[in-house]
Every structure is written in C-alpha cells, then in structure tokens.
C-alpha cells in the first residue's frame, strides 16, 4: 500500500508539471483511486499493528488464539476489500484542470463536487478513527509496558520499546498532518477557492510521501531485531526467518520487550 502511495501520488504531480493533464485525465482519476485506497490502507495496516502490540503486552493468554495464520489472512484481506470498497464510486468522476495564464494546465482534482466531499469526509473521519483508536491503544500499552518492566526486570531493554513508542507517536503525526491538509482541501471545494484547492493539493503530494515513508525509516533506525533480520536475510544466514510486521509469534517469554 505504501509503495502504491508513493508512486500514485509521484505520478499525480508528474501529470501535472509535464502540462498533460487534459490528455490525461482517465490516468490521473485511476492513480487518485489509487491514492485514495492506499492511504486508508496504510491507516489500516498501522492499526492492525497497534492492536498487535496491545495484543502481544496486554491479552498474553489470547495473544497466540487472536493472532493466528488465518486470522492474520483475514484481517488483511479485509483490510484492503475496506479500502478498494469506501472509494468505488469515485470511478464515477471526471477529472477536472485548471487553465493558467501562462498555459500550464494543473490538475485540480475531481470535477464532481459530493464526491470530492464524500472523500474529503472519508479521510478525515479515517484519520479521527485512527488517531483515537491509536492514542487510546498506546497509552494503555505505555501504562502496562512500565508496570510489567518492574516485575520483569525489562528497564535494560527500555530504549527497544521507547524507540517502537517514537515511531508510533511519529506515524500519528503524519496522519493527523494529512488529516489537516484534508480539512483545507474540503473547505478550499465548498467554497470554489481554485487557488487553495491547487496549493492543498500539491502539499497532499508532500505530507502523503512523508507520512508512508516514516513506518520503513523508523523501524529500521529504532528497531535493532529488523535491522539483524536485513542482515540476516541478504547474508542467508537463516532463509526461513522473516520480519512480522502485523504478527508476531513469542514462543517463551524472557522480557516485556520481546512481546514486541
């Protein structure tokens, strides 16, 4: 999802800078079909993971019953059968440009006011959910992980689970910067201010990459076990292993930290 972000949204402006967006409308309304999907799939995927942590500190007896093959399988697929279903009738829409006096044309989104709407309402309701959801979930992880760090003698590995802490608080951010930017771009289209609506737009471009390339950086940077599986894996010192991101599968427990 976050690679299709990325690339839907650098097409996006690529349509835009090249002036070939009224030859290219039908290709730049699939890529912000795309864009859409995959950014409540990216909100999605970082819930799923939250809830895995809660899971893995909090629910220790349920922990390996919620979180199983099929389960997992389920979860992901539904997360992405959301995703493709809460944006369809945006292949409805037209695309509609903007004519500057210079003759540069810019693509200015969808020319049909509600369902623009509809996907400003969907984002920002998605982003509130998500952050609610998140901050609700940490917070209660927080108060467990230094109450269990006590009794489990895990204070030694406390920089491993401050880091996973980080970048938890750093993908809320992001999120609730497209959030923000979303709230602009739904008042820029009620009130037809053409100027806001280009400038929202092009900030979209920024926020969304910023915001899909924190979760890779951050857990290579703060998570010293996803860095030794990358080693791991291109020195084929163990094929079979591999990072579970969504799940994972402690088989003893040594520490709080190795919940994670």
Not at 65 to 86: L, P
Not at 172 to 182: A, D
Not at 202 to 219: C, G
């Amino acid at each position: 999802a976050d690679i299709a972000s990325l690339f839907s949204g650098c097409t996006i402006r690529m349509i835009s800078e090249l002036n070939v967006g009224e030859d290219s409308k039908d290709l730049a309304l699939l890529f912000f079909m795309i864009t859409y999907t995959a950014f409540i799939a990216h909100l999605i995927g970082n819930m799923l993971i939250t809830v895995n942590r809660y899971s893995a500190l909090c629910l220790i007896n349920r922990y390996n019953m919620i979180w199983t093959r099929k389960n997992t399988w389920i979860a992901v697929i539904t997360q992405y059968v959301i995703s493709f279903a809460v944006f369809a009738h945006v292949a409805r829409g037209h695309i509609e440009v903007v004519h500057s006096a210079d003759g540069e044309v810019f693509v200015k989104g969808i020319q049909e006011k509600q369902i623009d709407m509809i996907v400003r309402y969907t984002y920002i309701g998605a982003c509130i959910i998500y952050a609610t959801t998140s901050l609700t979930l940490y917070l209660r992880l927080l108060i467990e992980w230094k109450r269990l760090s006590k009794i489990d003698d895990g204070l030694k590995n406390s920089y491993h689970d401050k880091g996973l802490l980080i970048y938890a608080l750093l993908v809320f951010i992001g999120s609730m910067l497209v959030c923000s930017q979303q709230f602009v771009k739904a008042i820029a289209v009620l009130t037809d201010n053409t100027s806001l609506n280009l400038q929202a737009a092009m900030l979209y471009s920024w926020m969304n990459n910023f915001m899909v390339s924190i979760p890779p950086i951050s857990l290579l940077m703060l998570s010293s076990d996803f860095r030794n599986e990358i080693v791991n894996f291109f020195q084929c010192v163990n094929c079979q292993s591999s990072v579970a991101l969504f799940v994972t599968l402690p088989t003893y427990r040594r520490s709080v930290v190795e919940r994670f």
